[in-house]
């Protein structure tokens, strides 16, 4: 499956974005999927998952009251909906897509989008 995200870029603190990733080439629906962020310096980490039917999501806690995944399979769809952003939050942020297993593990995913940049000044 190939993934392309959207919806990155600039923003101050307090501020709001949300996030796009498009699935082609497989049925969407068969897959768990998630979001992860990088920054400079810093190993990729986990901000949310949603199981494939998208009634069941998993939050960082680090996240937890101001992002929202949420999917729309009929359009082949993942979002992250970001509000009240930090400029701790800012990272390249990457979708992926698990076969099999529900988690936050990056290893648990086999196929990534090519990431989409989220600057958030303060």
């Known amino acids: 499956v190939q993934l392309q995200a959207s919806g990155g870029g600039s923003v101050q603190a307090g501020g709001s974005l949300r996030l796009s990733c498009v699935a082609s080439?497989?049925?969407?629906?068969?897959?768990?999927m998630g979001w992860f962020r990088q920054a400079p310096g810093k190993e990729r980490e986990f901000v949310a998952t949603?199981?494939?039917?998208?009634?069941?999501?998993d939050h960082a806690d680090s996240v937890k009251g101001r992002f929202t995944i949420s999917r729309d399979n009929a359009k082949a769809t993942v979002y992250l909906q970001m509000n009240s952003l930090r400029p701790e939050d800012t990272a390249v942020y990457y979708c992926?897509?698990?076969?099999?297993?529900?988690?936050?593990?990056?290893?648990?995913?086999?196929?990534w989008g090519q990431g989409t940049q989220v600057t958030v000044s303060s």
């Open positions: 080439g497989r049925t969407f629906s068969n897959y768990i």
């Open positions: 949603i199981n494939r039917s998208g009634g069941s999501t």
């Open positions: 992926a897509a698990s076969p099999s297993l529900y988690g936050r593990r990056p290893d648990s995913y086999l196929y």
